[in-house]
Every structure is written in C-alpha cells, then in structure tokens.
Nanobody, 119 residues
Framework: QVPPVESGGGLVHPGGSLRLSCAAS????????MGWFRQAPGKEREFVAS????????YYADSVKGRFTISRDIAKNTAYLQMDHLQPNDTAAYYC????????????WGQGTQVTVSS
C-alpha cells in the first residue's frame, strides 16, 4: 500500500495563494474520488474539498467555496487544491485522501502538508 504524497504547503501572508498537489500511485491509482481534509491545532479534522475521478464533480466546504478550487490530472493520477485569498483560519495540516468507493475514513490518507497563513 502506497499512501498518496502531498506537496505544496508552506507559509503565506493573508490574502495569498498556495497550490497543493496530491499524487496517487500503485494501488491508489485510478481512485473513485480524491479529496482534501484539514486539521487545525486543537480542532477536529474537517472536510475541505473533493472530486469524483470519473466525472470530475467537485464538492467544497462552505468555508472555502469561492476561494479554493480542486482539479485533477488523470494521466498523472494527481489532484490539486488551488487555495486563493487565504486567511489565518485556513492554517492547518492538509491531508489528501484517495477514496476507493468505501468512504473517506477507509481511504488512503497522506502524511499531510502544513499550511500556515500569517502576517
């Protein structure tokens, strides 16, 4: 089992942008869906965005609608999360999940990438 590999986190000023990448490989290639969750210190993990691999349907948490965009490169088995107009409360560890038709909790989770929004 090879977990997905995230990249692209970092430190950004409020109002700035970051683009996260998530590459699936091996058994996690050709997923049912891929998604992003995040967890801030002292808070529960929460859903951010997801995309069904087949038809490209996109879903977003209300807190990120209009600011974040999920996309995919099917040939590369890679999902992206473009994050614009970042705010300090977007600070969290962001986790990519490859969902294989059995629910997010049973998906393959990445190790996480830290996003810090601070002036």
């Amino acid at each position: 089992q090879v977990p997905p590999v995230e990249s692209g986190g970092g430190l950004v000023h409020p109002g700035g942008s970051l683009r996260l990448s998530c590459a699936a490989s091996g058994r996690t290639a050709n997923p049912n869906a891929m998604g992003w969750f995040r967890q801030a210190p002292g808070k529960e993990r929460e859903f951010v965005a997801s995309m069904f691999w087949g038809d490209g349907s996109e879903y977003y948490a209300d807190s990120v609608k209009g600011r974040f965009t999920i996309s995919r490169d099917i040939a590369k088995n890679t999902a992206y999360l473009q994050m614009d107009h970042l705010q300090p409360n977007d600070t969290a560890a962001y986790y990519c999940v490859v969902e294989k038709g059995t629910g997010w909790s049973r998906g393959d989770w990445g190790q996480g990438t830290q996003v810090t929004v601070s002036s």
